[in-house]
């Protein structure tokens, strides 16, 4: 029986590290290309002379993806489903652990002597996937911005799951 709780484990955690490592693709987009730049920005720029300096400097104009406020709608919905999905996750683990389960997520277990401690985690985990998303907002990754909270969203799901089907 030991071995068949394991398992189960195992593959909560390769589900897991599946969804981390296909997040890092979008990441890695981010970066610019050296292809993509024309031979005329490679050369050095002409001096310029410190009177004209304030005068010549342009401020380059934001790319149309990134022309998005922050608390748009598709944002607004991804954090209401991330804030039931932790709901959820709390409600699963409380009755867990009232019925004599026990947490398995090393990190939550630290809260898990008494409702109050495990309910301000799930609470705290939530706002933390929105602060992370707005950090990414302000530098300018806004398909991490948007990939932060499904990553939570499918990480909360799979723990629901996973303790509706063993309970």
Partial sequence: ????????????????????????RPMLAQQVSLAMLTPESVEP??????????QSIQ??????SSNHRFWDRENSILFATNAA??????VVTKDNLHAGG????????????????????????????????YFFHKTGHHKMERYISMLNISSSGAAVTYDLIHR
């Fill in 1 to 24: 029986m030991r071995t068949k709780c394991l398992s189960g484990i195992h593959k909560y955690w390769a589900l897991l590290l599946l969804v981390a490592v296909g997040s890092c």
């Fill in 45 to 54: 720029a002409p001096a310029i002379q410190p009177a004209l300096m304030v």
């Fill in 59 to 64: 401020t380059a104009p934001l790319p149309e």
């Fill in 85 to 90: 999905f932790s709901a959820a996750d709390f």
């Fill in 102 to 133: 026990q947490e398995l997520n090393p990190v939550t277990r630290v809260f898990t002597a008494n409702t109050g401690t495990l309910a301000l985690n799930f609470a705290g985990e939530a706002v933390g996937v929105v602060g992370l998303s």
